[in-house]
């Protein structure tokens, strides 16, 4: 596995790399969610590039970007036992070049949800995987289904700025008590790790509702929140039945629903979502 640090560093070592190519953008603080996107790219790439970035351009306080957990040496080990091929992990000024003046802003599908609770933090995750999609020129890029809206506003962008490169959506891996795998849930103490399972329980029983007969989203909303309001260190952001395409909240549900929630544990923001139907 080769490490590079600069763009040039990279356009040498992908200049004869066998194609296609498969990219894998991270944050670091790998964990089996991260292995679970390698080895889908690692089964349909000959060649697997993860970037390890923390982009601070996707963080609205300046706090939550520092305490972001960090440990290369632990995610170079892991991305070459996962099979990656070449890891980009740049600094911030190779990523952003001096006097840097663009940002790759979408549209409505970033608005609600995350977008509303974060201010500006699409238009920083755009911005940067429009980069990486440049610089790395892959066939396919790897996200995780836990951030639905992160995937949806990198597909509209990629097709309305008619990128090569596919995105390819992947399933959410879960602990055994579902909560779903985050870098975020590092900073968990035992007892808050323990606790976070409310927000899959919280999603499940909002999905039993539905499978039910439910249909007033209103309703299903409400569902979710009681079984959040069960555990009292949880501090609800939102909670979400909207329409799995535009991420308008539903009056009625008569088809598919993305169920959705972000949830502060121990000052952790968490998110999750279960799609119905
Ligand atoms: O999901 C993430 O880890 C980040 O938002 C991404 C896509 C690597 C962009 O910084």
Known sequence: MQVVRTRAGLRAVLAGAPRPIGLVPTMGWLHA???SLVERARAESATVVMSIFVNPRQFGEARDFEQYPRNEARDLAMAEAAGVDVVFAPNVDEVYLPGFDTVVSVGAISLPLEGAARPGHFDGVATVVAILFALVGAERAYF???DYQQVAVIRRMALDLALPTRVVPCETVR????L???SRNARLSAEG???AAVLHRALRVGAERLSGGERSADTVRSAMRQVLGEEPSATVDYVSAANPDTLA???????RALLSLAVQIEGVRLIDNELVG
Do not use: N
């Open 33 to 35: 969610g991260h292995v």
């Open 175 to 178: 602990e055994p008590d579902g």
């Open 193 to 195: 790790r323990a606790r």
């Open 144 to 146: 995780g289904l836990k």
């Open 180 to 182: 779903a795998l985050s």
């Open 249 to 255: 909240e539903l009056t009625e549900i008569d088809g």
